[in-house]
């Protein structure tokens, strides 16, 4: 099942599509499951089906794919201790989709993508967020705007990811 499909199962989905979402950021590397599962161990279960209801039903479903990820930032209401943005933009994407496969605006933002704004398209970016919202917005704008014909904005975040990956584990970054 994937992680879109498990967010649309039912209300409950959230904290299984938060899990997929970690399942799939976290490959195989079995050494960070335990990290993992610290964003269920330290925060309330409420808090965290709340928190991402929150983010993905009232800012995605408005419209407003920067203001849900603003409102998971450090500080902000929908915050969850050890969720950072590389593994809440995954839940974002997700959540993001339409059930008749259309995707949404929100895209994933971690460490590779980074690199590779960084490196190729010389952004002022650090490998490690979290990155300002305004930072996700220009991000979404600049992978949406190289989305063209038969290429979607997420084949785009692919190939960011891929070469980000092959440019940080050569060290030329």
Not at 37 to 62: G, I, K, M, P, T
Not at 78 to 87: A, D, I, R
Not at 150 to 167: N, Q, T
């Amino acid at each position: 099942m994937s992680v879109a499909q498990l967010w649309r199962a039912s209300s409950h989905g959230l904290p299984q599509t938060l899990l997929a979402g970690y399942v799939w950021g976290t490959g195989d590397s079995a050494f960070l499951v335990g990290r993992r599962a610290w964003v269920f161990r330290d925060n309330d279960s409420q808090r965290v089906v709340d928190a991402l209801a929150a983010a993905a039903a009232e800012s995605l479903r408005a419209g407003d794919t920067v203001g849900a990820y603003a409102s998971m930032l450090r500080g902000r209401p929908n915050y969850l201790k050890y969720l950072g943005p590389s593994f809440f933009t995954k839940f974002l994407y997700a959540s993001d989709a339409g059930g008749d496969g259309r995707l949404g605006q929100a895209l994933i933002l971690d460490q590779f993508v980074a690199v590779t704004l960084r490196t190729v398209d010389k952004w002022n970016i650090p490998r490690y967020g979290p990155w300002e919202p305004s930072t996700y917005e220009r991000w979404l704008d600049h992978a949406h705007a190289l989305a063209t014909g038969d290429v979607r904005a997420d084949a785009v975040e692919m190939a960011y990811f891929k070469l980000g990956k092959e440019i940080a584990a050569g060290g030329a970054y």
